[in-house]
Nanobody, 114 residues
Framework: QVQLVESGGGLVQAGGSLRLSCAASGSIFNFNVMKWYRQPPGKQRELVALITKPGSTNYADSVKGRATISRDNAKNTVYLQIRSLKPEDTGVYYC????????WGQGTQVTVSS
């Protein structure tokens, strides 16, 4: 079982940016797709971005144009950078690896102050 550990969350002012990291204990190519989800306070978890094994990416409309998902294969790490942060970006961000069965990280809190 590959474990996923997120880092990089914190308190950021609106308009700022941050980069989240998801470090895998094994190869990220164990997964067909690596995803970032977030769960805003009091709301359901939602998909933010994904990157497939061949490298295709996709983004939620709410972050399209502001977010970049990328990976470092040598470090077995997936990143999510979000720019021009908004208070509505606040939530717990989770990394997930999908290989038919989804493996979840423990999440990292992002709070965007207005």
């Amino acid at each position: 079982q590959v474990q996923l550990v997120e880092s990089g969350g914190g308190l950021v002012q609106a308009g700022g940016s941050l980069r989240l990291s998801c470090a895998a204990s094994g190869s990220i190519f164990n997964f067909n797709v690596m995803k970032w989800y977030r769960q805003p306070p009091g709301k359901q978890r939602e998909l933010v971005a994904l990157i497939t094994k061949p490298g295709s990416t996709n983004y939620a409309d709410s972050v399209k144009g502001r977010a970049t998902i990328s990976r470092d294969n040598a470090k077995n790490t997936v990143y999510l950078q979000i720019r021009s942060l908004k208070p509505e970006d606040t939530g717990v961000y989770y990394c997930a690896g999908d290989r038919g069965v989804i493996e979840w990280g423990q999440g990292t809190q992002v709070t965007v102050s207005s």
